[in-house]
Protein backbone atom coordinates (compact mmCIF):
# COMPACT_ATOMS: atom_id res chain seq x y z
CA UNK A 1 0.00 0.00 0.00
CA UNK A 2 0.84 3.49 -0.53
CA UNK A 3 -0.23 6.84 0.48
CA UNK A 4 -1.86 8.77 -1.40
CA UNK A 5 -0.55 11.75 -3.25
CA UNK A 6 -4.02 13.44 -3.82
CA UNK A 7 -6.91 14.39 -1.40
CA UNK A 8 -8.84 16.46 -3.93
CA UNK A 9 -12.62 14.92 -3.46
CA UNK A 10 -15.16 16.85 -1.50
CA UNK A 11 -16.63 14.19 0.80
CA UNK A 12 -20.68 15.68 1.71
CA UNK A 13 -20.61 15.84 -2.59
CA UNK A 14 -19.41 12.00 -2.64
CA UNK A 15 -22.30 11.44 -0.12
CA UNK A 16 -24.75 13.59 -2.18
CA UNK A 17 -23.51 11.72 -5.23
CA UNK A 18 -24.20 8.24 -3.90
CA UNK A 19 -27.51 5.95 -3.30
CA UNK A 20 -24.62 3.59 -0.78
CA UNK A 21 -22.73 4.60 2.55
CA UNK A 22 -19.92 6.80 2.42
CA UNK A 23 -17.73 6.09 5.81
CA UNK A 24 -14.59 8.47 7.15
CA UNK A 25 -12.54 8.15 9.82
CA UNK A 26 -14.39 10.76 12.01
CA UNK A 27 -17.39 8.01 11.61
CA UNK A 28 -19.15 5.21 13.11
CA UNK A 29 -18.35 1.88 12.11
CA UNK A 30 -14.86 3.13 10.19
CA UNK A 31 -12.52 0.46 12.26
CA UNK A 32 -14.53 -2.47 11.46
CA UNK A 33 -15.65 -1.32 7.75
CA UNK A 34 -11.13 -0.66 7.30
CA UNK A 35 -10.48 -4.26 8.53
CA UNK A 36 -9.10 -6.36 6.24
CA UNK A 37 -8.79 -10.54 6.23
CA UNK A 38 -5.18 -10.65 7.27
CA UNK A 39 -4.18 -9.51 10.32
CA UNK A 40 -1.11 -7.50 9.32
CA UNK A 41 -2.59 -4.93 7.31
CA UNK A 42 -3.53 -1.79 9.68
CA UNK A 43 -4.84 0.36 6.76
CA UNK A 44 -6.13 4.28 6.96
CA UNK A 45 -8.27 5.26 4.08
CA UNK A 46 -9.41 8.41 3.98
CA UNK A 47 -12.83 7.22 2.45
CA UNK A 48 -14.64 4.05 2.66
CA UNK A 49 -17.35 4.05 -0.20
CA UNK A 50 -19.69 1.41 0.70
CA UNK A 51 -21.38 1.01 -3.10
CA UNK A 52 -24.96 -0.03 -3.56
CA UNK A 53 -25.43 -0.26 -6.90
CA UNK A 54 -23.22 -0.32 -10.07
CA UNK A 55 -24.22 3.58 -10.92
CA UNK A 56 -22.27 3.96 -7.39
CA UNK A 57 -19.39 2.18 -9.11
CA UNK A 58 -19.78 4.79 -12.03
CA UNK A 59 -19.52 7.50 -9.87
CA UNK A 60 -16.29 6.27 -7.70
CA UNK A 61 -14.36 5.39 -10.42
CA UNK A 62 -14.93 8.63 -12.02
CA UNK A 63 -14.59 10.40 -9.03
CA UNK A 64 -11.20 8.79 -8.24
CA UNK A 65 -9.85 8.86 -11.60
CA UNK A 66 -10.80 12.66 -11.92
CA UNK A 67 -8.98 13.26 -8.48
CA UNK A 68 -6.22 12.06 -9.22
CA UNK A 69 -7.13 9.21 -5.90
CA UNK A 70 -5.76 6.09 -5.56
CA UNK A 71 -8.04 3.58 -5.51
CA UNK A 72 -8.49 0.21 -4.09
CA UNK A 73 -11.60 -1.98 -4.77
CA UNK A 74 -13.09 -4.61 -2.33
CA UNK A 75 -14.95 -7.79 -2.58
CA UNK A 76 -13.91 -9.80 0.29
CA UNK A 77 -10.88 -8.08 1.59
CA UNK A 78 -8.73 -11.64 1.30
CA UNK A 79 -5.94 -10.27 -0.76
CA UNK A 80 -2.59 -11.82 0.62
CA UNK A 81 -1.23 -8.56 -0.42
CA UNK A 82 -3.44 -5.64 0.44
CA UNK A 83 -4.62 -4.65 -2.59
CA UNK A 84 -7.88 -4.62 -1.30
CA UNK A 85 -7.00 -0.90 0.87
CA UNK A 86 -4.85 2.03 0.67
CA UNK A 87 -3.69 4.13 3.14
CA UNK A 88 -4.82 7.69 2.09
CA UNK A 89 -6.98 7.05 -0.61
CA UNK A 90 -10.30 5.39 -1.69
CA UNK A 91 -11.71 1.87 -1.13
CA UNK A 92 -14.48 0.78 -3.10
CA UNK A 93 -16.27 -1.66 -1.33
CA UNK A 94 -18.27 -3.99 -2.99
CA UNK A 95 -19.77 -5.82 -0.01
CA UNK A 96 -23.27 -4.27 -0.23
CA UNK A 97 -24.42 -5.67 -3.73
CA UNK A 98 -25.06 -9.35 -2.63
CA UNK A 99 -28.31 -9.66 -5.27
CA UNK A 100 -28.32 -12.90 -6.79
CA UNK A 101 -30.46 -14.05 -9.50
CA UNK A 102 -30.81 -17.78 -10.40
CA UNK A 103 -32.78 -19.38 -13.23
CA UNK A 104 -33.16 -22.93 -12.50
CA UNK A 105 -34.20 -24.23 -15.62
CA UNK A 106 -31.33 -22.74 -17.62
CA UNK A 107 -28.54 -23.64 -14.66
CA UNK A 108 -27.07 -19.90 -14.84
CA UNK A 109 -26.68 -17.63 -12.35
CA UNK A 110 -25.93 -13.51 -12.45
CA UNK A 111 -24.38 -12.22 -9.39
CA UNK A 112 -23.46 -9.06 -7.64
CA UNK A 113 -19.73 -9.19 -7.19
CA UNK A 114 -20.12 -8.23 -2.97
CA UNK A 115 -20.93 -12.50 -2.74
CA UNK A 116 -18.86 -14.26 -0.47
CA UNK A 117 -18.69 -17.82 -1.77
CA UNK A 118 -20.34 -19.24 0.78
CA UNK A 119 -23.31 -17.13 0.39
CA UNK A 120 -23.53 -17.54 -3.49
CA UNK A 121 -23.25 -21.21 -2.85
CA UNK A 122 -26.01 -21.88 0.04
CA UNK A 123 -28.41 -19.72 -2.41
CA UNK A 124 -27.77 -21.99 -5.50
CA UNK A 125 -27.59 -25.00 -3.45
CA UNK A 126 -31.21 -24.48 -2.08
CA UNK A 127 -31.81 -25.79 -5.85
CA UNK A 128 -29.43 -28.48 -6.45
CA UNK A 129 -26.97 -26.56 -8.34
CA UNK A 130 -23.56 -25.31 -7.64
CA UNK A 131 -20.72 -23.60 -9.09
CA UNK A 132 -16.88 -24.64 -8.15
CA UNK A 133 -14.95 -21.23 -6.21
CA UNK A 134 -12.52 -22.13 -3.60
CA UNK A 135 -12.22 -23.75 0.05
CA UNK A 136 -12.63 -20.68 2.04
CA UNK A 137 -16.53 -19.77 2.29
CA UNK A 138 -15.82 -15.56 3.30
CA UNK A 139 -13.80 -15.06 0.09
CA UNK A 140 -15.11 -12.63 -2.12
CA UNK A 141 -16.66 -14.38 -5.49
CA UNK A 142 -14.95 -10.78 -7.28
CA UNK A 143 -11.58 -11.70 -6.57
CA UNK A 144 -11.29 -15.20 -6.70
CA UNK A 145 -12.86 -15.39 -10.58
CA UNK A 146 -10.41 -12.57 -11.62
CA UNK A 147 -7.74 -14.96 -10.12
CA UNK A 148 -8.95 -18.02 -11.92
CA UNK A 149 -10.33 -19.79 -9.18
CA UNK A 150 -9.25 -23.23 -7.79
CA UNK A 151 -11.18 -25.30 -5.92
CA UNK A 152 -13.28 -28.09 -4.32
CA UNK A 153 -14.46 -28.92 -8.23
CA UNK A 154 -10.77 -27.85 -10.14
CA UNK A 155 -10.87 -31.60 -11.31
CA UNK A 156 -14.36 -32.28 -12.59
CA UNK A 157 -15.54 -29.01 -13.58
CA UNK A 158 -12.47 -26.18 -13.76
CA UNK A 159 -11.67 -22.91 -12.50
CA UNK A 160 -14.30 -21.11 -11.80
CA UNK A 161 -13.60 -18.84 -14.85
CA UNK A 162 -14.57 -21.67 -16.88
CA UNK A 163 -17.77 -21.66 -15.36
CA UNK A 164 -18.13 -17.65 -16.24
CA UNK A 165 -20.01 -17.14 -19.04
CA UNK A 166 -20.34 -13.07 -18.79
CA UNK A 167 -19.41 -10.47 -16.79
CA UNK A 168 -20.45 -6.81 -16.15
CA UNK A 169 -17.74 -4.36 -16.08
CA UNK A 170 -17.05 -0.51 -14.98
CA UNK A 171 -14.08 0.59 -17.15
CA UNK A 172 -11.66 3.28 -15.69
CA UNK A 173 -13.78 5.71 -18.23
CA UNK A 174 -16.75 5.53 -16.04
CA UNK A 175 -18.48 3.18 -18.78
CA UNK A 176 -20.45 0.22 -18.35
CA UNK A 177 -19.72 -2.35 -20.19
CA UNK A 178 -20.50 -6.15 -20.98
CA UNK A 179 -17.93 -8.67 -21.71
CA UNK A 180 -18.41 -11.81 -23.14
CA UNK A 181 -17.96 -14.45 -25.98
CA UNK A 182 -19.27 -11.81 -28.58
CA UNK A 183 -19.06 -8.70 -26.42
CA UNK A 184 -16.25 -7.09 -26.07
CA UNK A 185 -13.83 -10.88 -26.45
CA UNK A 186 -10.65 -9.12 -25.53
CA UNK A 187 -12.23 -8.20 -22.19
CA UNK A 188 -13.79 -11.22 -21.34
CA UNK A 189 -10.34 -13.34 -22.27
CA UNK A 190 -8.39 -10.73 -19.87
CA UNK A 191 -10.51 -10.91 -16.49
CA UNK A 192 -10.27 -14.87 -16.85
CA UNK A 193 -7.43 -14.64 -14.54
CA UNK A 194 -6.09 -11.20 -15.36
CA UNK A 195 -7.07 -9.68 -11.82
CA UNK A 196 -8.35 -6.36 -10.97
CA UNK A 197 -6.43 -4.56 -14.15
CA UNK A 198 -9.27 -3.92 -16.27
CA UNK A 199 -11.89 -2.38 -14.11
CA UNK A 200 -14.27 -3.52 -11.65
CA UNK A 201 -16.63 -6.43 -11.96
CA UNK A 202 -19.85 -5.90 -10.58
CA UNK A 203 -21.92 -8.55 -11.96
CA UNK A 204 -21.38 -12.16 -13.15
CA UNK A 205 -22.85 -14.74 -14.99
CA UNK A 206 -22.12 -17.89 -14.15
CA UNK A 207 -23.09 -21.54 -15.03
CA UNK A 208 -24.50 -23.79 -12.39
CA UNK A 209 -23.75 -27.52 -11.88
CA UNK A 210 -26.41 -30.02 -11.02
CA UNK A 211 -24.36 -31.02 -7.20
CA UNK A 212 -27.08 -32.04 -4.33
CA UNK A 213 -25.24 -34.24 -2.49
CA UNK A 214 -21.09 -35.12 -2.33
CA UNK A 215 -18.83 -36.74 -0.26
CA UNK A 216 -16.42 -35.28 1.43
CA UNK A 217 -15.08 -33.14 4.06
CA UNK A 218 -11.93 -33.54 6.71
CA UNK A 219 -9.73 -36.00 7.08
CA UNK A 220 -6.92 -36.24 9.51
CA UNK A 221 -4.15 -38.27 9.07
CA UNK A 222 -0.92 -38.77 10.79
CA UNK A 223 1.76 -37.57 8.42
CA UNK A 224 5.00 -39.34 6.69
CA UNK A 225 6.38 -38.89 3.53
CA UNK A 226 4.97 -42.33 2.51
CA UNK A 227 1.10 -41.12 3.68
CA UNK A 228 1.61 -37.95 1.94
CA UNK A 229 3.36 -39.44 -1.47
CA UNK A 230 0.09 -42.01 -0.90
CA UNK A 231 -2.57 -39.39 -0.65
CA UNK A 232 -1.16 -37.62 -3.75
CA UNK A 233 -0.70 -40.29 -6.02
CA UNK A 234 -4.43 -41.62 -5.24
CA UNK A 235 -5.54 -38.01 -5.80
CA UNK A 236 -4.02 -38.06 -9.18
CA UNK A 237 -5.15 -41.25 -10.34
CA UNK A 238 -8.43 -41.10 -8.91
CA UNK A 239 -11.66 -40.14 -11.58
CA UNK A 240 -11.92 -36.29 -12.04
CA UNK A 241 -14.97 -36.20 -9.38
CA UNK A 242 -12.30 -36.00 -7.04
CA UNK A 243 -10.59 -32.93 -6.17
CA UNK A 244 -8.20 -32.88 -3.02
CA UNK A 245 -6.34 -30.23 -0.78
CA UNK A 246 -3.69 -32.16 0.99
CA UNK A 247 -2.25 -29.56 4.06
CA UNK A 248 0.75 -31.08 5.72
CA UNK A 249 1.40 -29.05 9.06
CA UNK A 250 1.27 -29.16 12.88
CA UNK A 251 -2.02 -29.81 13.73
CA UNK A 252 -4.15 -27.01 15.25
CA UNK A 253 -5.54 -27.85 18.80
CA UNK A 254 -9.27 -28.93 17.57
CA UNK A 255 -11.31 -30.15 20.27
CA UNK A 256 -11.99 -33.68 18.12
CA UNK A 257 -8.25 -34.41 18.23
CA UNK A 258 -6.83 -36.07 21.39
CA UNK A 259 -4.74 -33.55 23.17
CA UNK A 260 -1.31 -35.49 22.96
CA UNK A 261 -1.47 -34.87 19.09
CA UNK A 262 -1.96 -31.39 19.39
CA UNK A 263 0.80 -30.13 17.43
CA UNK A 264 1.96 -33.18 15.60
CA UNK A 265 2.89 -33.16 11.77
CA UNK A 266 -0.39 -34.22 9.91
CA UNK A 267 -1.82 -34.52 7.09
CA UNK A 268 -5.12 -32.33 6.82
CA UNK A 269 -7.16 -33.33 4.15
CA UNK A 270 -10.12 -31.40 2.73
CA UNK A 271 -12.01 -33.57 -0.26
CA UNK A 272 -14.69 -33.41 -2.44
CA UNK A 273 -16.04 -36.42 -4.54
CA UNK A 274 -19.04 -35.28 -6.69
CA UNK A 275 -20.05 -38.60 -8.31
CA UNK A 276 -21.97 -41.65 -6.64
CA UNK A 277 -21.85 -41.99 -2.89
CA UNK A 278 -20.49 -45.27 -2.48
CA UNK A 279 -17.91 -44.85 -4.71
CA UNK A 280 -17.32 -41.59 -2.94
CA UNK A 281 -16.95 -43.97 0.24
CA UNK A 282 -14.67 -46.23 -1.43
CA UNK A 283 -12.05 -43.46 -2.54
CA UNK A 284 -12.27 -41.79 0.96
CA UNK A 285 -10.80 -45.17 2.20
CA UNK A 286 -8.02 -45.11 -0.31
CA UNK A 287 -7.09 -41.47 0.28
CA UNK A 288 -6.24 -42.98 3.86
CA UNK A 289 -4.83 -46.49 2.81
CA UNK A 290 -3.48 -48.29 5.83
CA UNK A 291 -3.45 -45.65 8.01
CA UNK A 292 -5.86 -45.17 11.40
CA UNK A 293 -7.37 -41.36 10.92
CA UNK A 294 -7.04 -39.27 14.06
CA UNK A 295 -9.98 -37.66 12.41
CA UNK A 296 -12.61 -38.92 9.55
CA UNK A 297 -15.51 -35.92 9.09
CA UNK A 298 -15.68 -37.17 5.96
CA UNK A 299 -19.33 -38.78 4.53
CA UNK A 300 -21.99 -37.79 2.18
CA UNK A 301 -22.69 -34.05 2.74
CA UNK A 302 -24.68 -31.11 0.68
CA UNK A 303 -21.93 -29.05 -0.80
CA UNK A 304 -22.56 -25.97 1.17
CA UNK A 305 -21.34 -28.20 4.06
CA UNK A 306 -17.66 -27.88 2.88
CA UNK A 307 -17.07 -24.45 4.15
CA UNK A 308 -17.54 -24.81 7.91
CA UNK A 309 -18.51 -21.91 9.85
CA UNK A 310 -15.83 -19.12 10.41
CA UNK A 311 -14.49 -17.90 13.42
CA UNK A 312 -13.82 -13.99 13.24
CA UNK A 313 -9.88 -13.60 13.27
CA UNK A 314 -7.54 -12.06 11.72
CA UNK A 315 -4.51 -14.30 11.39
CA UNK A 316 -1.20 -12.73 10.49
CA UNK A 317 1.03 -15.24 7.59
CA UNK A 318 3.68 -15.47 5.35
CA UNK A 319 2.67 -17.25 2.38
CA UNK A 320 4.61 -18.42 -1.29
CA UNK A 321 2.69 -19.95 -4.03
CA UNK A 322 3.87 -22.30 -6.79
CA UNK A 323 3.54 -25.14 -9.48
CA UNK A 324 5.00 -28.26 -10.05
CA UNK A 325 4.60 -31.27 -11.90
CA UNK A 326 5.81 -34.22 -10.14
CA UNK A 327 5.74 -35.39 -6.71
CA UNK A 328 8.12 -38.01 -4.94
CA UNK A 329 8.33 -39.44 -1.25
CA UNK A 330 12.09 -37.20 -1.29
CA UNK A 331 9.92 -34.37 -1.82
CA UNK A 332 7.77 -35.02 1.54
CA UNK A 333 10.64 -35.38 3.37
CA UNK A 334 12.18 -32.23 2.58
CA UNK A 335 8.63 -30.77 3.56
CA UNK A 336 8.75 -32.41 7.00
CA UNK A 337 11.81 -31.50 7.45
CA UNK A 338 11.14 -28.16 6.93
CA UNK A 339 8.01 -28.32 9.70
CA UNK A 340 9.95 -30.30 12.22
CA UNK A 341 12.46 -27.22 12.36
CA UNK A 342 10.18 -24.20 13.18
CA UNK A 343 8.47 -23.69 15.91
CA UNK A 344 5.62 -21.57 14.50
CA UNK A 345 2.76 -21.79 15.96
CA UNK A 346 1.00 -22.43 12.52
CA UNK A 347 3.08 -23.84 9.57
CA UNK A 348 1.78 -25.43 6.81
CA UNK A 349 2.57 -27.04 2.99
CA UNK A 350 -0.38 -27.53 1.12
CA UNK A 351 -0.59 -29.34 -1.93
CA UNK A 352 -3.65 -29.35 -4.47
CA UNK A 353 -3.69 -31.81 -7.24
CA UNK A 354 -4.93 -30.19 -10.64
CA UNK A 355 -5.60 -32.00 -14.29
CA UNK A 356 -9.19 -32.85 -14.94
CA UNK A 357 -11.16 -30.43 -16.83
CA UNK A 358 -8.98 -27.56 -15.49
CA UNK A 359 -6.11 -29.06 -18.17
CA UNK A 360 -8.38 -29.52 -21.08
CA UNK A 361 -8.73 -25.79 -21.47
CA UNK A 362 -6.17 -24.35 -23.80
CA UNK A 363 -3.86 -22.27 -22.22
CA UNK A 364 -4.20 -19.50 -24.49
CA UNK A 365 -8.17 -19.58 -23.96
CA UNK A 366 -7.84 -17.40 -20.97
CA UNK A 367 -5.61 -15.07 -19.21
CA UNK A 368 -4.90 -18.07 -16.73
CA UNK A 369 -2.16 -19.90 -18.77
CA UNK A 370 -1.24 -22.70 -16.06
CA UNK A 371 -3.57 -25.20 -17.49
CA UNK A 372 -1.16 -28.16 -17.86
CA UNK A 373 0.47 -28.06 -14.45
CA UNK A 374 -0.31 -31.20 -12.45
CA UNK A 375 0.00 -29.45 -9.04
CA UNK A 376 -0.08 -26.33 -6.80
CA UNK A 377 1.62 -26.43 -3.78
CA UNK A 378 1.31 -23.20 -0.89
CA UNK A 379 3.89 -22.68 1.81
CA UNK A 380 2.78 -20.43 4.63
CA UNK A 381 3.94 -19.73 8.34
CA UNK A 382 1.94 -17.74 10.89
CA UNK A 383 4.07 -14.90 12.92
CA UNK A 384 3.44 -13.39 16.33
CA UNK A 385 4.50 -9.73 15.48
CA UNK A 386 7.11 -7.63 13.91
CA UNK A 387 10.01 -9.15 15.59
CA UNK A 388 8.93 -12.61 14.56
CA UNK A 389 8.61 -11.72 10.91
CA UNK A 390 11.77 -12.42 9.45
CA UNK A 391 12.66 -15.91 10.75
CA UNK A 392 9.24 -16.91 9.36
CA UNK A 393 9.63 -14.95 5.68
CA UNK A 394 13.21 -16.72 6.10
CA UNK A 395 11.83 -20.41 6.50
CA UNK A 396 8.88 -19.95 4.14
CA UNK A 397 11.16 -18.60 1.34
CA UNK A 398 13.71 -21.39 1.57
CA UNK A 399 11.36 -24.17 1.49
CA UNK A 400 9.48 -22.32 -1.01
CA UNK A 401 12.80 -22.07 -3.21
CA UNK A 402 13.27 -25.96 -2.45
CA UNK A 403 9.94 -27.27 -3.91
CA UNK A 404 9.63 -24.76 -6.65
CA UNK A 405 13.61 -25.60 -8.19
CA UNK A 406 13.77 -22.16 -9.37
CA UNK A 407 10.15 -22.01 -11.23
CA UNK A 408 9.13 -18.37 -10.98
CA UNK A 409 5.39 -19.15 -11.83
CA UNK A 410 2.34 -19.17 -9.30
CA UNK A 411 -1.22 -18.53 -9.38
CA UNK A 412 -2.22 -15.11 -8.97
CA UNK A 413 -4.62 -15.44 -6.50
CA UNK A 414 -2.48 -16.39 -4.47
CA UNK A 415 0.89 -13.78 -4.56
CA UNK A 416 1.92 -11.54 -1.84
CA UNK A 417 4.51 -8.42 -2.56
CA UNK A 418 6.64 -10.39 -4.11
CA UNK A 419 7.85 -8.21 -6.85
CA UNK A 420 7.06 -7.10 -10.79
CA UNK A 421 9.58 -10.28 -11.97
CA UNK A 422 6.70 -12.98 -9.86
CA UNK A 423 3.61 -10.68 -11.60
CA UNK A 424 5.67 -11.38 -14.65
CA UNK A 425 6.24 -15.02 -14.16
CA UNK A 426 2.37 -15.68 -13.69
CA UNK A 427 1.33 -14.64 -17.02
CA UNK A 428 4.16 -16.85 -19.05
CA UNK A 429 4.54 -16.51 -22.86
CA UNK A 430 2.75 -14.22 -25.18
CA UNK A 431 -0.42 -13.96 -22.54
CA UNK A 432 1.92 -10.91 -20.26
CA UNK A 433 2.21 -9.07 -23.89
CA UNK A 434 -1.73 -9.64 -25.07
CA UNK A 435 -2.96 -8.32 -21.42
CA UNK A 436 -0.67 -5.46 -22.01
CA UNK A 437 -2.15 -4.82 -24.95
CA UNK A 438 -6.04 -5.20 -23.22
CA UNK A 439 -4.46 -2.74 -19.88
CA UNK A 440 -3.96 -0.26 -22.69
CA UNK A 441 -7.24 0.02 -24.50
CA UNK A 442 -9.36 -0.28 -21.07
CA UNK A 443 -7.44 1.50 -18.78
CA UNK A 444 -4.29 3.33 -20.39
CA UNK A 445 -3.56 5.34 -16.92
CA UNK A 446 -3.85 2.60 -15.08
CA UNK A 447 -6.05 3.89 -12.58
CA UNK A 448 -6.47 0.02 -11.10
CA UNK A 449 -3.06 -0.31 -10.36
CA UNK A 450 -3.39 -1.67 -6.55
CA UNK A 451 -3.38 -5.21 -7.79
CA UNK A 452 -1.00 -7.76 -8.96
CA UNK A 453 -0.17 -4.95 -11.65
CA UNK A 454 0.20 -5.50 -15.43
CA UNK A 455 0.88 -1.48 -16.59
CA UNK A 456 -0.39 -0.70 -20.23
CA UNK A 457 1.53 -1.48 -23.55
CA UNK A 458 3.08 1.29 -24.83
Known amino acids: MTQSTHQAFDIQSLRWQLTGRVITPDDAGYDEARMMFDGGLDPHPAVIAQVADTADVARVVTIARDGGIELAVRSGGHSVAGHSTTDGGLVLDLRAMKRIDIDVADRTAWAETGLSAVEYTQATAEHGLVTGFGDTGSVGIGGITLG???????????????????????????????????????????????????????????????????????????ASAGAIGRFIAESEAAPEELSTIANVMNCPPMP?????????????????????????????KRLAGDAEPIADMTGPISYPELYPPEEDYHPTAVARTMFADSFDETTAETILDHLAASDAS?????????????????????????????????????????????????????????????????????????????????????????????????????????NQNIPPAD
Not at 402 to 421: C, H, P, T, V
Request: net charge neutral; proline share 4%; glycine share 12%.
Open 148 to 222: GGVGFLVRKHGLTIDSLLAAEVVTADGRVMMADAETNPDLFWAIRGGGGNFGVATRFHYRLQPIDTIVGGMMILP
Open 256 to 284: FVPEELHGSLVIMGLVAWCGEVEAGQKMM
Open 346 to 450: LRVTQLRVLGGAMARVPNENTAFAHRDRKLMINVAAFYEGPEDLPRREEWVTELAGILSKGDERGYIGFLANEGQDRVRAAYPGATWDRLGRVKAKYDPDNLFRL
